[in-house]
């Protein structure tokens, strides 16, 4: 079975410094999905980046990156010049190819952005 | 713009008197799922629909239903809610041979 790990359950960072999330997960597939999905304190749960697994470059979205180090099975996100309104809790989420497999979340990591 | 929608987003019920939560979607997705999420925790899928194909996680309990009339709607049915089933309820979609997860604003509900 697929697990999802974060280590971190609270970050904190000043306002327009970098910080970086961790993840891991297991898994014996080879192809899949990785997300981080950001849920704010207004609690919509939004997708910030995707990777997939056959794809060695990694994934960026502005101010987003991810680190993906498939052997290792580690899928960090890097968020730089933090804002204000990067403050949320931020799920790692592993999925197989298709939207009919579920989504495997991880526990979270809070994050806060002081000014 | 196309989007998941929730209504209503706060309900509050009385310890065992049945709560229908209400989804629907304009993203024309295939597979709709409804997610429970307690304070500071991963959301927990419930369930989830491909098309009419309903699945059930094993350890979902009896006392939640869930019925999809059509593509655009989906409903969440707690038979007889318990205090223990006060959380922030969430649906998302997804599309056909697509990963990502589309999510709702969440009903938060309140069991007295």
């Known amino acids: 079975a697929q697990t999802v790990t974060q280590s971190q359950p609270e970050m904190s960072v000043q306002e327009a410094e970098t910080v970086t999330l961790s993840c891991t997960y297991d898994?014996?597939?080879?192809?899949?999905?990785l997300f981080w999905y950001k849920q704010p304190p207004s609690r919509q749960m939004i997708l910030v980046i995707r990777?997939?697994?056959?794809?060695?470059q990694n994934a960026t979205e502005n101010r987003f990156s991810v680190n993906f180090q498939k052997a290792a099975k580690s899928f960090s996100l890097k968020i730089s010049d933090s804002q204000l309104g990067d403050t949320a809790m931020y799920f790692c989420?592993?999925?197989?190819?298709?939207?009919?497999?579920?989504?495997?979340f991880g526990p979270g990591t809070s994050l806060s952005v002081i000014p | 713009d196309a989007m998941v929608i929730q209504n209503p987003r706060y309900q509050v019920t009385q310890f065992g008197k049945p709560v229908t939560l209400s989804c629907s979607q304009t993203?024309?997705?295939?597979?709709m799922y409804w997610y429970q999420q307690k304070s500071s925790q991963a959301p927990k899928l419930l369930f989830h629909y491909y098309d009419k194909d309903f699945n059930n996680e094993a350890d979902t309990p009896d006392n939640f239903q869930s019925r999809r009339p059509n593509t655009s709607f989906c409903f969440l049915d707690i038979r007889s809610p318990g205090l223990g089933d006060a959380a922030m309820y969430l649906c998302?979609?997804?599309?056909?041979?697509?990963?990502?997860?589309?999510f709702g604003p969440g009903t938060r509900l309140l069991v007295l």
């Open positions: 989420a592993f999925t197989m190819k298709t939207s009919y497999d579920k989504v495997i």
């Open positions: 990777q997939e697994a056959y794809k060695q």
């Open positions: 898994t014996s597939e080879s192809n899949y999905y």
């Open positions: 993203l024309n997705h295939n597979v």
């Open positions: 998302a979609t997804g599309g056909l041979w697509e990963e990502t997860q589309y």
